[in-house]
């Protein structure tokens, strides 16, 4: 006879019930089998396990002894069981990524080529989609998770914060506002405005910031992406208002930006994923990634 896992865990059961009968139902065993486990060990071993008697099971000085050594022992194994388990599953790991167009060109190239350096056999598919998008394909498991602004809708998922993004504003260098270097959010409304629709989560923000001050914003034009809004304001069509993870990229255009005070607005930014669901192992090691890239990126 060997000294078995099984028969350590049948040791600890047993200690943790002072029961056969208990133990045996948590073992998915018989009553007899399992008592025959403990004998087996007992004469094995050519020590008495456990003082047995009508009402219960208790363990005795050298029982106890085997008993601490087999926790520890079983703890380590199982441990070192999880940990192999844990790397097989990233080497055959496959991360569906959503996340916002913006994120998509500043902060995902960023964060994919550090964990592609650590996790090259890690396949990585992305959604760059709006946000309204996103959310609809993480209902629907069609993505691991998405990074991107606070859910509208936040039944059914849980929301992760990284960091808070504030919002800018952006205009041609001939602009009136162009020098100022910070403006008042009710000022901007004065001014001919090129906004995002109606309906996407960008536009709603704004407007619950300018109804908060009093006022409302009426653009002069409405658009959908993010790069036409961009290209209409350096046109000198009108100013537009983006986070400061858009204006990363309106940086290499010639454009003037302009902090938005009195008062400051701020988008909450960060990993949405399935509420009550494990997030896969790839995954989970990619969103610590991009954790450490926004760390570093948006300090």
Not at 43 to 59: E, H, K, Y
Request: net charge positive.
């Amino acid at each position: 006879m060997s000294l078995t896992i099984r028969r350590l865990r049948t040791l600890i059961a047993v200690a943790h019930h002072q029961n056969f009968r208990r133990a045996a139902e948590e073992m998915a065993s018989s009553q007899p089998a399992l008592t025959a486990h403990i004998k087996d060990l007992e004469q094995f071993l050519g020590v008495t396990l456990f003082n047995r008697t009508t009402r219960r099971v208790t363990l005795t000085r050298e029982g106890e002894i085997l008993l601490a050594r087999a926790k520890r022992s079983l703890t380590e194994i199982d441990s070192v069981v999880d940990e192999l388990k844990h790397q097989a599953a990233v080497q055959r790991g496959r991360v569906v990524i959503g996340c916002t167009p913006t994120i998509a060109m500043s902060l995902m190239p960023l964060a994919l080529r550090e964990f592609r350096r650590s996790h090259p056999q890690v396949d990585v598919q992305i959604y760059d989609e709006p946000s309204e998008i996103l959310e609809r394909r993480i209902f629907s498991g069609e993505i691991d998770f998405a990074v991107g602004p606070a859910p509208q809708r936040p039944n059914r998922l849980t929301f992760r914060h990284l960091t808070s993004d504030p919002f800018m504003a952006i205009c041609a260098p001939g602009h009136p506002l162009a020098s100022a270097g910070k403006v008042r959010l009710k000022e901007l409304a004065a001014h001919p405005m090129i906004m995002m629709r109606q309906g996407l989560n960008l536009r709603q923000e704004l407007d619950r910031a300018f109804t908060a001050q009093g006022c409302r914003c009426t653009p002069a034009i409405e658009v959908f992406h993010h790069y036409t809004l961009i290209g209409l304001v350096e046109a000198g069509l009108g100013l537009g208002i983006l986070p400061r993870m858009t204006v990363l990229i309106v940086q290499r255009r010639k454009l003037k930006t302009l902090r938005i005070v009195a008062p400051e607005v701020v988008r909450e930014f960060g990993v949405t994923t399935r509420r009550g669901e494990p997030v896969a192992a790839a995954a989970t090691l990619f969103i610590d990634s991009f954790r450490k890239t926004v760390e570093r990126r948006m300090k």
